[in-house]
């Protein structure tokens, strides 16, 4: 029997206080997600329970038991408060690798009452920058590894008073940054934790729009309700499990269900800090017997690409349950799991960043439809709505926009300093109403930005987004950050960045640019252009491709109409372009 047992039956009388009974919560408990996902399992006698198993690069292991991440993320939460005086809001970020640190000191920010924002260690200087700036960070956690990337920006971020670098010789720390290297350090056996009200903040994580850069969506304590709850009906996680989630805590995927609802259960989890080899990915579930697996379409496409024969050389009898994010996870991909994981097909699940919980999905016991999202979570009232007037689509089949009733526990609560953003989000009468308001509103949408369609048994199948948001391999690249970093460029005029079709990453980013005079198209510029905006940009938003072209299509008001690029990139029906919408 799974914990969620009969979907059917959890959607009657649903009311979001079953999470405190899944949780075991006594009234006046803290409600503190670092204290609940160590100190709360320990005190409930799992000390010595393992909590995290870890591997790295190479035959680097390690272990550690909810006591150990009780004492360690004591330690970084002794560090940030006491020591360097760090206050309650304000945001320390991680910038690591998925190494243990990274769990311990996201879980210790947590305790010491500031606000956590993981950022992918891959970033480069510029996507860094952005980030750190738009937060006005205070504090950063780093390694010797990347603290170059750091160093190199200090001067232009003011409001970053603490570099601290978590592990390596400590010779090569540098004057004004700070080393702390956790396990090295006296162990702290008692910490208070910040006593968080529901609303106080935890979380901050950047993801990218169509316009401008990056938004800081903001989560706070209370968020875990929702991603208990979650990872007990839809991961269906239970006490003996060894949990792996694939993402890396820079992607919300990798802390909403990489840390806080799987520790807030008390469940032990694998981390596999290496990239991705799909003879190590599968030598790992063997080995530490992994039974619910939490991926991502790419990683598994990558995995159906190395064919049959590699998976059967591998002992994975341990897995029960197999669930999916970040992507449309094709029909084919989820036939092919059942096919070679015995009959286990991947159980897709839809949400975002800002929903920080999921939203629709396939549950344990509902019959799959390969190639659908699945349902909406028992407690959240979810719809398509129309694309022009907004309003419910009652016929099943059309398509509109994935919109859901705000007031979930884990929705997010603005985007840091850009409310007019946040409110843009909400669909219906919106004027005169606080950020407060409009998250609590009976009559109003959160609209994803997704499009779909809802068929007769009530299943979501995705169609698209509606906006230009490039989804590379299940991480969101914000054309805008890309055409920024462009257009530094001496050469470069005008720059538009569009996805292109891919069979592993689904799409790729693809740069158009124009020159300026005095500027030709070569090989060399093509390769100088590349260089140049690869130390800015992540890895994973570097253009595979750069197209050179004398003009670029614009809207009346002169903006590049990068829809209409896609659409020749994908041999779509353009459209006229006299006719094109001039948003
Ligand atoms: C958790 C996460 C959100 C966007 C979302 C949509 C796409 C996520 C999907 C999916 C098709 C799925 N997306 N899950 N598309 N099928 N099952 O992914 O957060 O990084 O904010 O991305 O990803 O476009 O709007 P985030």
Redesign the pocket.
């Known amino acids: 029997m799974s914990n969620i047992g009969s979907y059917e039956e959890r959607l009657r009388d649903f009311d979001w206080g079953i999470a405190r009974q899944v949780l075991g919560w006594q009234d006046g408990e803290l409600l503190n997600i670092g204290h609940i996902c160590s100190d709360r399992i320990c005190a409930r006698g799992k000390g010595a329970k393992t909590a995290l198993i870890w591997e790295g690069f190479g035959d680097r292991k390690a272990r550690y038991t909810f006591d150990d991440l009780r004492v360690w993320s004591n330690g970084f939460a002794k560090l940030i408060r006491d020591d360097l005086g760090v206050g309650v809001g304000e945001r320390v970020c991680v910038f690591m690798d998925k190494i243990p640190s990274l769990y311990f000191s996201f879980l210790g920010i947590l305790k010491a009452g500031a606000v956590a924002q993981p950022l992918f260690s891959a970033f480069g200087d510029e996507s860094l920058e952005v980030r750190l700036k738009s937060a006005g960070t205070t504090a950063i956690l780093t390694t010797q590894k990347h603290v170059k990337k750091v160093r190199k920006l200090r001067e232009r971020l003011p409001a970053l008073k603490h570099v601290v670098v978590v592990d390596g010789d400590p010779t090569k720390v540098q004057p004004g940054e700070t080393y702390f290297d956790v396990e090295r350090a006296p162990r702290v056996e008692e910490f208070e934790s910040f006593r968080a009200e529901p609303e106080s903040r935890s979380v901050i994580h950047y993801?990218s729009g169509t316009t401008g850069q990056p938004k800081g969506a903001q989560h706070v304590h209370s968020s875990i309700w929702s991603q208990a709850l979650t990872t007990s009906w839809v991961l269906d996680l239970r006490d003996d499990d060894t949990y792996w989630c694939t993402a890396d805590p820079g992607?919300?995927?990798g802390t909403s269900y990489g840390i806080i609802g799987p520790w807030a259960l008390g469940a032990t989890q694998a981390v596999l800090d290496s990239g991705f080899v799909a003879e190590r990915w599968y030598r790992f579930i063997q080995d530490n017997r992994i039974t619910v697996w939490y991926s991502a379409p790419t990683a598994i496409r990558s995995l159906m690409r190395e064919g049959e024969e590699l998976v059967r050389k591998f002992d994975l009898s341990a897995l029960r349950h197999l669930a999916?994010?970040?992507?449309?996870?094709n029909a084919e991909a989820v036939v092919w799991s059942q096919k070679v994981f015995d009959g286990k097909p991947f159980h897709?699940?839809?949400?975002?960043?800002?929903t920080g919980s999921i939203m629709?999905s396939n549950y344990p016991g509902m019959p799959v439809k390969p190639g659908s999202?699945g349902k909406p979570f028992p407690g959240i009232t979810a719809t398509v709505l129309d694309l022009k007037t907004k309003e419910p689509i009652r016929e099943p089949g059309r398509v509109g926009l994935i919109a859901f009733r705000p007031g979930w526990p884990a929705m997010f609560r603005i985007y840091w300093n850009q409310e007019d953003v946040y409110r843009s989000k909400f669909a219906g009468e919106t004027a005169g109403r606080t950020p407060t308001e409009l998250r609590t509103a009976d009559d109003l949408w959160y609209v994803?930005?997704?499009r779909a369609s809802i068929d007769p048994d009530g299943y979501y199948w995705?169609v698209g987004?509606d906006d230009d948001?490039i989804?590379t391999g299940?991480?969101?690249v914000g054309p805008f950050e890309i055409e920024s970093a462009l257009i530094e460029h001496e050469a470069i005029a005008e720059a538009a960045a569009i996805a292109k079709p891919d069979p592993v990453n689904m799409e790729v980013v693809k740069a158009i640019v124009t020159l300026k005079p005095g500027f030709a198209p070569s090989a060399d510029l093509e390769l100088s252009i590349m260089n140049f905006i690869r130390k800015r940009l992540s890895p994973l938003a570097m253009p595979q491709e750069i197209e050179f072209k004398d003009k670029l299509p614009k809207t009346r008001s002169g903006k590049i109409l990068r829809r209409y690029l896609r659409a020749l990139e994908w041999g779509e029906e353009a459209g006229d372009l006299s006719t094109l919408e001039d948003d």
């Not at 897709?348 to 800002?354: A, G, L, V």
């Open positions: 993801t992607w919300v995927t999916s994010v970040g992507e449309p996870l897709d699940t839809f949400w975002q960043t800002e629709i999202m994803s930005g997704d995705f987004r948001v989804n299940g991480h969101l």
